[in-house]
């Protein structure tokens, strides 16, 4: 498959709109995809569109997610750069790894297993597809495909919670004084706020800091009761698992019913495992320096890191800066350089390694 | 091959093939050292993980 080839795979993916919750059709476009360039393609019981090439004592899985975050964005080329909403997240780490796959399976000297695996929802708080992946497959290797630029390697994420906080009480006259069940919400993401500021004292490093976003706000009421809700999402540092995260949160907004919507713990690894080492000789080949990246969002890895407990990162084209944002694109350049890279590192791993 | 890590002065047993960039583990003192050159060798503290925004 040519470079040229590869790209107008992506851009077909990125074509297809898949916000979470409706990537089947993205998933059975796939699926032909795989099936004719020779993968044992299916999709399995949750929507995940999977394809498995080559045999061998090793298992690679490369999981990557075919969902996206909402928002319509014009496909176009300006440029060396492709537009379109998942292009760097993270419809162009996916799309390297099936390339790379179906290139090395042509090549017939696949040394391993390889098995590439689109999730879905992972931009929604319940991962659904990376935990059925998780009980599934017990690999050797785990690449997630998310953006870190084709010379970066995302070593650790930070952890997540995302929870609806509700109050509620009797609803009485605006000109008596008291606070409303909006007004209690307010203070109660003020109490937030500042808890976390709190938190954060002496925590220079954005990885190892509470971080609280306020994403959304309702109130109503029925003419005797009153409610007001906060969708609320705080990023983990490694210290604050999410059992605790939930704690804290609760002491903050007292009368508040505290309800988790999803939630993962931080997750970092070592850089010294043979699939890093691997990482660093070809992006080195390449003519790059190796970066390692913590970043402060989430992924997948978050799901299945710490119960397969294998070397594993995350690797992919494209600048994780355009996540979510109208301006998504990836340079295609990036694409294909990731793509050089992965093949050098699959060969190295399938083969077998030092330790 | 072996090399003494500059952080502890501990010994480190190296692979034959190793490769200008690989980050290794001091044993001793779990120092992460980057290899700085092959020929002749040498080793360094290992760059500083970089912080970044998003996924």
Redesign the interface.
Known sequence: MTDSEALQLLEAMIRIPSPSGQEAELADFLVHRMADWGFRAFIDEVGNAVGEVGVGPRTVVLLGHMDTVPGEIPVRYEGNRLYGRGAVDAKGPLAAFIVTAARLARRGDLPCRLVVVGCVEEEAPSSRGAFFVRERYRPDFCIVGEPSGWDGLTIGYKGSLQAVIRIEGPIGHSAHGRATAAERACDAWVRIRSGAEAFNTARPRAFDRLLPALTGLRSGGDGLTEWAELDVHLRLPPDLSPASAEAWLQEQVGEGRVTVRGAVPAWVGSRTTPLHRAFARAIRRAGGMPRYLLKTGTSDLNVVAPAWQCPALAYGPGDAAFDHTPEEHIVIEEFWRSLRVLGEVLQEIGHGVRP | MTAVCPECEGPIRL?E?L???????CGDCGA?LEVLSVTPLKLGL??E???????
């Open positions: 692979a093939d490769m200008e960039g690989e980050i290794i583990p992460e290992a760059p993980v970089q912080e970044d925004w998003g996924e």
